[in-house]
Nanobody, 125 residues
Framework: QVQLVESGGGLVQPGSSLRLSCTAS????????IGWFRQAPGKEREGVSA???????YYLEYAKGRFTISRDNAKNAVYLQMNNLKPEDTPVYYC???????????????????WGQGTQVTVSS
């Protein structure tokens, strides 16, 4: 399994921006489709966005226009840029990896088998 590490969460006011990072040690992420997910207390983990190994991107409806997923292969990282944050964007965010070069679409939890520990995002005034 891939060992992933998320970072970049924090406490921000509504309307602010954050950039989350997903990195891995000991291997290159270039070949792995990566998904971003989030989970609120007492709720199921839900997909946010995903990027395929060849750079195609997918977004859940609520993320379109506000969130941008991208790769930086030189830094072995995948990012989730989140703009115009709202209080409902508050949960813990996780990145996940699936099989190398797997075909993906909108991120679904059951298709991903490696996870990071999560990073907390809190949007509050």
């Amino acid at each position: 399994q891939v060992q992933l590490v998320e970072s970049g969460g924090g406490l921000v006011q509504p309307g602010s921006s954050l950039r989350l990072s997903c990195t891995a040690s000991g291997l290159t992420l270039d070949y792995y489709p990566i998904g971003w997910f989030r989970q609120a207390p007492g709720k199921e983990r839900e997909g946010v966005s995903a990027i395929s190994s060849d750079g195609r991107t997918y977004y859940l409806e609520y993320a379109k226009g506000r969130f941008t997923i991208s790769r930086d292969n030189a830094k072995n990282a995948v990012y989730l840029q989140m703009n115009n944050l709202k209080p409902e964007d508050t949960p813990v965010y996780y990145c996940g990896a699936t099989a190398p070069r797997a075909r993906i679409g909108l991120p679904r939890v059951q298709e991903y088998n490696s996870w990071g520990q999560g990073t907390q995002v809190t949007v509050s005034s």
